[in-house]
């Protein structure tokens, strides 16, 4: 059976191209989301939420995705933020939070109950 060198060569450079596309596009990928990893450079958790929330896209996060709670939302940030808008609450599923520890406020003194120390 004759082979021709032509074709051969022609399907190595595309399997080779196909793979340096498709390594340029993780590395791509990487790189835009990079901003919005809790690994990234962005050492806030404000920075990093802010860019989340005004590129949604690129975490593919629908409108659907979101579940919305019940019950009443109390919080001087969300008020300070929405005003005298009534806040939202509500889960995404799709995102996993963790939390590494509790920070409080100076004024949080004010408002301790008297279990807490």
Not at 32 to 38: E, I
Not at 91 to 108: I, M, N, Q, S
Request: charged share 20%; aromatic share 6%.
């Amino acid at each position: 059976m004759n082979e021709d060198p032509k074709a051969s060569r022609f399907l190595e450079a595309t399997i080779l191209a196909s793979f340096v596309i498709h390594g340029l596009g993780i590395v791509s990928t990487g790189l835009v989301l990079l901003r919005g990893l809790p690994s990234g450079p962005a050492a806030d958790v404000a920075g990093r939420a802010a860019f989340v929330g005004e590129h949604p896209w690129l975490w593919r996060l629908q409108p659907a995705d979101c579940e919305p709670l019940e019950g009443e939302v109390r919080s001087r940030a969300a008020r300070a933020l929405a005003g005298d808008a009534a806040p939202v609450c509500f889960r995404v599923a799709k995102v996993a939070f963790r939390f590494t520890g509790e920070e409080h406020g100076p004024l949080d003194s004010l408002h301790e109950s008297p279990g807490r120390g």
